[in-house]
């Protein structure tokens, strides 16, 4: 079974940049489609980035400024984040899913979930 655990959050400026690193536990990694989602207060969870053996996601909200990447030998993914604004403001959830050729991302289809890291973008 997949245990996610989230790092790299904080407090950042506007047009600041974060790495965010999500270790995740588990011999077949490099099997799953791992993504990053996001929930802003009083809001629901929304998709932010995800890649699997069919490529590589983004929300239109964050395209050209968030980055996702893994690191198969470390059962690692990142989610390097520039430009960040004040509505990138939320908790970012790492989450993984057994269908390697994930291509549609939904928060309530992922099989494992990580507890989060708060955002948070001051302006």
């Known amino acids: 079974q997949g245990q996610l655990v989230e790092s790299g959050g904080g407090l950042v400026q506007a047009g600041g940049s974060l790495r965010l690193s999500c270790a995740v536990s588990?011999?077949?990694?490099?099997?799953?489609?791992t993504g990053w989602f996001r929930q802003a207060p009083g809001k629901e969870r929304e998709f932010v980035a995800g890649i699997s053996r069919s490529g590589i996601y983004y929300e239109d909200s964050v395209k050209g400024r968030f980055t996702i990447s893994r690191d198969n030998a470390k059962n690692t993914v990142y989610l390097q984040m520039n430009s960040l604004k004040p509505e990138d403001t939320a908790v970012y959830y790492c989450?993984?899913?057994?269908?390697?050729?994930?291509?549609?991302?939904?928060?309530?289809?992922?099989?494992?979930w990580g507890k989060g890291t708060l955002v948070t973008v001051s302006s």
């Open positions: 989450a993984a899913d057994l269908r390697s050729f994930l291509s549609t991302w939904s928060s309530r289809g992922m099989d494992y």
């Open positions: 588990g011999r077949t990694f490099s099997m799953y489609a």
